[in-house]
C-alpha cells in the first residue's frame, strides 16, 4: 500500500493509543528519568534529553529481524510531535520534521540511525532474551554497559541524538528527515533496501560512526555461508565436552586487526591435533560464534573417546600456548573439557574430517593491510563467524570486507574455494553491499571540520574505517537533484557486538554539542 495511505488510514489507531499510553517514556525532553526502573543508573547523566530517549530505546526490544516494537515506539514519537511519518515495506522509518521558523527554506538535512541491535550474551546470561526483555544498564567508573549482554549503544545511541535534535526546543534547523533503518547489523538490509527518493535531504549525517575522526568511507562487504550435509551413527561409550570462552570477540571489521581470538578457529586447531596424534575419537557435534559480524567468543564440541588423559593433555597444551600467543591481545581465554553423559550419534568419520580440515583451512582475519593510511588498519578481511551442527546439516557462517570490491570479492572466492574442496552442498553468498567511496572535496565535511575546530579548538580528522556504514549507500538513493553527501558522526562505542560493549558517558555531552552547532550551520 501506498505508505501515505496506510498513514492516514493508521493516524486515528495510533493517535487514540498515544493518548491512552501513559507509558510512553521519552516524549518530554524536560522530565528526568525518575522511575525505578532498568534507567535507574540513567538518572543524574547529562545530556538529559538524550539519556531520556536512549531509556526509552533501550527498554524496547530490538534485535535485528524483530522490530516491531521499536518501529511502534518511533511512530509513537512521531504522533506525540505531530511529526508526519512514513514506513516502507522493508520496514524503514521516514520522520520528517519542519524547519524552525524562517529557515523553511534552507537544505534539508537527514539524520539516520539503525534501529537494530546485535543480539550477543556471555554464558552467565544465557537465558536473557533479546526478544522481550529490556536491556539491563550498569554505570561503571563512568562507563555505560549492560549486564552480560551487548548495550545496543550501536546504534541506540544514534537513535537517541536524532530524536533529541528533532525535539530540542534550543535548537534552530532547517527541515530534518530522521532516517531509521532496519536491519543493519545483519548487512545493511534497510539501507540497501531503500527506495530512490524515499529520503531525499542534501545532507546526510549517519549516527553511527566515531566522535573523531569523523567518518567519510568505509569498507564493502559479503556475508558467505557454506552447509554440509552429513550422516550419524549411534554409539557408546564416555563422551567429553570441549569448550572454548572467555575472548575478548569484538567487532570483525573495527577489531580485526586487533590479533584478537577466534574461538571457532582455537577449537578446529584442537581437533585437528587430535587427528595429528592418532586419537580415537568420534565428532559428536561442533557449536560456536553468533552474529556475523562479531568475531567469535564462543565454541564447544562434543567428542566421543576413550582416551580422556590423552585429549586433555593435547588441550592443555594448546591451551598453554595460546596464553602465550594472546598474552596481550586477548588474555582471559578459558579451554576447558567436561564429561557428559547420554549423548548418542555421532557424525560418520569422513565427514567429521571435512568439518575439521575446512575450519582449520578456512582464513581468518586481516588479510591486507591499508598501507595507504600509514598505520594499523585493515583493508579487508574475512572473519569466521559460527558454526553449529544440527539435524544433519553442518554450516559455517564467515564475512568478508574491503575497501576494494575486487579485493572483497578474491576472499569471498578463497573461502568459496575452501567450500568447494570439501564439497559442501551449498555455498551462498548475501548482504552484499559497495564500499563508500570517500569525497575529499565535499562541502559537508569541511562544514563539519570548522563547527568542530571552533566548537573544542582542535582539529578533526577525516577517515575510512573498515566496519560498514549506510552513509555511501543511502546517498546513492537520493535523487540525483539533491547532490548529496554524506558524513558519520556519532559516540565511540568502545567492544561493540560483544557483551562487553560500553561507551564513556562523558563522551555523550560533547558529541551532542557538536551535532546541534553542524545542525545550526547547516541551517
Ligand atoms: C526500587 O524498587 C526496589 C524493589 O522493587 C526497592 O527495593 C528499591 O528500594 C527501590 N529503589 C528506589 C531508589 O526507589
Ligand atoms: C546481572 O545479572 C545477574 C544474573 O541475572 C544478576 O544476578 C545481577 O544482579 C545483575 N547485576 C546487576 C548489576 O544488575
Not at 162 to 183: Q, R
Request: charged share 20%.
Amino acid at each position: 500500500m501506498n505508505p501515505t495511505i496506510t498513514l492516514i488510514l493508521l493516524l486515528p489507531l495510533v493517535i487514540a493509543y498515544t493518548v491512552l499510553s501513559d507509558d510512553f517514556y521519552a516524549e518530554n525532553p524536560n522530565l528526568i528519568i525518575l522511575k525505578n526502573d532498568t534507567c535507574m543508573p540513567l538518572i543524574d547523566l547529562e545530556p538529559k534529553i538524550v539519556f531520556n530517549y536512549f531509556c526509552g530505546i533501550t527498554k524496547t526490544p530490538r534485535p535485528s529481524g524483530k522490530l516491531h516494537l521499536i518501529t511502534k515506539y518511533l511512530e509513537e514519537f512521531a504522533t506525540k510531535h505531530y511529526f508526519e511519518f512514513k514506513k516502507d515495506e522493508i520496514g524503514n522509518i521516514l520522520v520528517k520534521v519542519p524547519a524552525s521558523r524562517g529557515f523553511e527554506n534552507s537544505k534539508s538535512l537527514c539524520l539516520q540511525s539503525h534501529i537494530d541491535m546485535v543480539a550477543e550474551k556471555d554464558e552467565a546470561h544465557k537465558d536473557f532474551d533479546f526478544d522481550s526483555q529490556p536491556i539491563q544498564l550498569i554505570l561503571d567508573e563512568g562507563w555505560l554497559r549492560a549486564n552480560g549482554t551487548t548495550l545496543g549503544g550501536d546504534n541506540g545511541l544514534g537513535m537517541s541524538l536524532a530524536l533529541s535534535v528533532a525535539t530540542d526546543p534550543t535548537i534552530k534547523h532547517g527541515p530534518l528527515e530522521l532516517l531509521f533503518t532496519v536491519d543493519e547489523e545483519v548487512g545493511l538490509i534497510g539501507a540497501t533496501g531503500l527506495q530512490k527518493g524515499f529520503v531525499n535531504s542534501h545532507h546526510v549525517l549517519n549516527l553511527d560512526g566515531s566522535f573523531s575522526p569523523i567518518i567519510i568511507g568505509c569498507a564493502g562487504g559479503k556475508t558467505t555461508t557454506g552447509t554440509l550435509n552429513y550422516k550419524t551413527e549411534t554409539s557408546s561409550g564416555p563422551t567429553l565436552g570441549i569448550t572454548i570462552e572467555g575472548l575478548r570477540g569484538g567487532h570483525s571489521g573495527v577489531d580485526i586487526t586487533k590479533q584478537r581470538a577466534n574461538s571457532i578457529k582455537l577449537l578446529a586447531r584442537i581437533l585437528l591435533e587430535l587427528i595429528v596424534q592418532h586419537v580415537d575419537f568420534k565428532l559428536v557435534s561442533l557449536e560456536g560464534g553468533g552474529a556475523d559480524n562479531a568475531i567469535p567468543r564462543y565454541a564447544h564440541a562434543f567428542i566421543r573417546v576413550h582416551d580422556v588423559k590423552k585429549v586433555q593433555d593435547i588441550v592443555s597444551t594448546i591451551a598453554e600456548n595460546a596464553k602465550i600467543e594472546y598474552a596481550l591481545s586477548d588474555p582471559s581465554i578459558k579451554i576447558s573439557t567436561q564429561n557428559v553423559e547420554g549423548i548418542d550419534d555421532n557424525i560418520v568419520h569422513d565427514d567429521a574430517i571435512k568439518m575439521i580440515l575446512t575450519l582449520n583451512a578456512l582464513p581468518h582475519g586481516c588479510t591486507v593491510l591499508n598501507l595507504e593510511q600509514g598505520h594499523n588498519k585493515a583493508r579487508t578481511s574475512t572473519n569466521l563467524a559460527s558454526i553449529k551442527t544440527a539435524d544433519g546439516v553442518f554450516t559455517v557462517l564467515t564475512s568478508q570486507r574491503s575497501d576494494y570490491d575486487s579485493e572483497r570479492d578474491e576472499i569471498t572466492n578463497n573461502v568459496i574455494s575452501v567450500f568447494k574442496l570439501a564439497k559442501f552442498e551449498q555455498v551462498k553468498v548475501d548482504g552484499v553491499y559497495p564500499g563508500w567511496i570517500p569525497n575529499l572535496n565535499s562541502a559537508l565535511s569541511k562544514t563539519a571540520q570548522q563547527v568542530f575546530k571552533t566548537l573544542f579548538n582542535k582539529d578533526v580528522e577525516l577517515t575510512t574505517i573498515h566496519g560498514g556504514l549506510e552513509a555511501g549507500i543511502i546517498t546513492t538513493k537520493i535523487d540525483d537533484e539533491y547532490n548529496a553527501d554524506a558524513i558519520s558522526f556519532g559516540v565511540h562505542v568502545d567492544d561493540a557486538h560483544s557483551p562487553t560493549e560500553k561507551f564513556r558517558v562523558a563522551d555523550l555531552e560533547p558529541a551532542y554539542n557538536f551535532i546541534k552547532a553542524l545542525v545550526d550551520a547547516l541551517k
